[in-house]
């Protein structure tokens, strides 16, 4: 019986200190995959960014009335999208991040700024929720849901 609670208080003390270290390291990885992301979409990299999502996600843009379900979906949507533009430009702000055992959350702003080939650039603020899980020691996004701020702030 002794023996039980020694090693029953011996692993609950190991939880306890290694957690914020390695929930610590989880949150950076997390933040590393999330701005991989914004670079890949800033660079049009179609491939690159759907490299960083699960092969179960799925998940609502800033202006798209029906979600995309599976990475062939999204796939479609951004070729689709880059291909009538100059240039994208996704800039973050006051992102927020949030690792729950194997499900890291970000929660963020973004102004969005899109040059199309044939009309002047413009700027769209959108509010996103972004869940991602660790699959195979690499950070994925499994689910999104965007939404434009109606008041452009």
């Not at 479609?76 to 430009?89: D, M, W």
Request: charged share 20%.
């Amino acid at each position: 019986m002794v023996y039980r609670r020694v090693l029953l208080t011996l692993t609950l003390g190991a939880v306890l200190v290694t957690t914020p270290a390695a929930r610590g390291d989880d949150v950076a990885d997390l933040k590393a995959t999330f701005e991989q992301g914004a670079a890949a979409l800033n660079k049009q990299d179609v491939n690159a960014f759907r490299a960083l999502h699960h092969d179960d996600f799925t998940g609502f843009g800033a202006t798209a009335p029906f979600f995309a379900d599976g990475k062939s979906a999204l796939q479609a949507i951004l070729q689709n999208a880059f291909s009538s533009r100059e240039s994208t430009a996704v800039r973050p702000m006051n992102s927020q991040f949030r690792v729950i055992g194997n499900t890291g959350i970000v929660q963020t702003y973004f102004a969005n700024t899109v040059k199309p080939k044939d009309g002047p650039a413009t700027t769209a603020f959108v509010r996103g929720t972004l869940t991602y899980v660790k699959a195979d020691g690499k950070w994925r996004v499994v689910a999104s849901h965007l939404s434009r701020i109606p008041s452009g702030t």
